[in-house]
């Protein structure tokens, strides 16, 4: 680690302030060259324990910058991991309000719901699949504190992977039940198709997402515990949206889920 308590816990207040107030800064590695992984996750977790002081409750976890579509568009090279806040969901067919957001954009995901907890290292796909329950599409929005969403990794891990909500809808479908690399998600706005990909743009398949997070975490003590729910990572790039705009997942076999922005 390259940065002392102190820093750490100023770039949390830093962070959490302006998800807060709705405003963006530029990325903090510009004032911390220095600041390392670790202490990026270290951010991180302290705004978790802010968060979690002021009475939210975890609702899951986020696999981030998985896909090749997401690592291009971000311009960063390695996958990420963050939280999800019960405050974040938002009901399949129900609202998200852009006034409480800064920039908000949207990507399509498949989720993994897991029946078994996973702990790494050495955690490979195989132990994904029987760890986990099912799979079923997800919407996530995200809101980078970062003006105009620019930022470098250990920037973004610092922030959360730009969380801030997810729609979680469709049929809960067993995760051995179709190849989840040739399943293909399309995701509407305003009832016409923009982006197309496969499950296989998320690192070949998007299990291989959860193994690494396992192996993440392990690195830190830590475990995905049974029940977590897990977005495995936008397999496009994000698309902007605005209030008016309603947006539709469909992912194949596995029905969809849809918000309205307002
Ligand atoms: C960072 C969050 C990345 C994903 O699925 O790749 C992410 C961002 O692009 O703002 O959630
Ligand atoms: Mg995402």
Redesign the pocket.
Known sequence: MKLNEQTIAGLAELLEGCQMERRSITKITDQHPDMDWEDAYAVQDRIRAIKLGRGHRIAGL??????HA?MK??NVDTPCFGFLLDSYAIAPGGECRVDALIHP?I?P?IVFVMKKALRGPGCHIGDVFSATEYVIPGI?V?D?RYTD?K?DLRS?IADN???SGFAIGGVPTRVDAQDLSTTGLVLEVNGRPVVFSAGASVLGHPATAIAMMANELGKRGQEIPAGAVI?S??TTE?VAVRAGDSVSLRVHGMGGVGICFV
């Open positions: 986020k696999a981030g910058l998985t896909s997401k568009q971000m954009r990507e995901e996530e995200l980078s969403f930022f973004v992977l730009s969380a977005l990572g936008g994000a």
